[in-house]
């Protein structure tokens, strides 16, 4: 039997969440033998493919500020025409050469509605090939003001086979975010939460540990994290700054900070790291709350808000509900604020293991095989 084959589109515009849920489905996939082609349209990561996923960088597409007012190349300038016909090129050569028996298209149809031009195109080609079109996307939307959006959306999202939404309805359904989820019907299924192989450690470390996802937002947080820490001088703190983050506000945070802080950039061992900690400060993006719900470490989530976003504060107050996290509101930040949530953390006893689905990345890739049987 020749190996599946599948093409995953993503786009990630701001942060590094959507590229890494796709790096771990790919690298899932892979492990299971199927030919796997990543095509990645935002700025590039220092971090690699896993083996057996092959890497297709398109010119890169970004977000021009946090309020995703609009897009701009890499370099900043406006996107035109040529970007997009570039890209549609690349993926229509990709998708000529692989042949997939699945596409996956991450978040598409409900976000990135701006790429239909260069994703209706390719996923008109692929059905026409008998591709098997699926969509993968996490367990929050940001709230919509137009309700004509999610109907766009569920019209959109007729040519798909499935819907993965990588989430635990026990914790937040998807219809808390998307209102015609039930018009899916059985296309619909939640997997569980992506999570890679991230074990609870036996012992706590002392570090309080504060990241920001990629970095391209943050910089609030680990600014109020330096003078909080300058409030604990008997504990390390560690501030991550994430792969995309401003190397020279770097720089200056590390030269304020007091001794036993240490600043730094990209990890690529912050899962592990956050597993060690004694407590994670993070804002409440997806990957971070999975790998620190997987770990078991108490996390203080001071969720990003701005520009009307609220995905994040919608996980971080269904996890408080939970007693799973401690929930500082970015409008309430502060050194003292976050200094007290901190201590708080520290404070609480250990707990089990949450009564959450963790095994989103195995169940994800189980129900995409199975739809080739």
Known sequence: MSAPRVLIWVQHLLGTGHLRRAHLLAAALAE???????????PPVPWSPAPGVELVQLPPIRAADSRFSTLAT??????????????RAILEERLEALRPQILVSEHYPFGRGAFARELEPL????TALGTVLVASVRDVLVSKADPAKHRAALARAAAYRRVL??????LIPFAASFSPAAELGSRLVHTGYLAGPIARSAERGDEVVVSAGGGAVGRALRAVAIEAA???PDRPWRIVGGP???????????????????????????PELVARAAV????????????????????????FAEGGEDEQTRRAEALAARGLARVLPEAELSPAGLARAVLAALAEPPTGPPDIRLDGTTRSVELLLDLLA
């Open 32 to 42: 299971r033998g199927a030919r796997v082609v990543l095509a990645s349209g935002g």
């Open 74 to 87: 890499a370099e900043g300038a406006p996107v035109d025409d040529g970007v997009w016909a570039a890209r």
């Open 123 to 126: 996923l008109a080609r692929a």
């Open 165 to 170: 939404v990588h989430g635990d309805p026990a």
């Open 230 to 232: 300058a409030s604990l």
């Open 244 to 270: 995309v983050a401003d190397p020279d506000e770097l720089a200056e945070l590390a030269a304020k900070a007091r001794p036993g802080v240490i600043v730094e950039g990209h990890r690529a061992d912050l």
């Open 280 to 303: 994670s400060v993070s804002q409440a993006g997806y990957n971070t709350v999975v790998e620190t719900l997987a770990s078991g470490t108490p996390m203080v989530l001071v969720p």
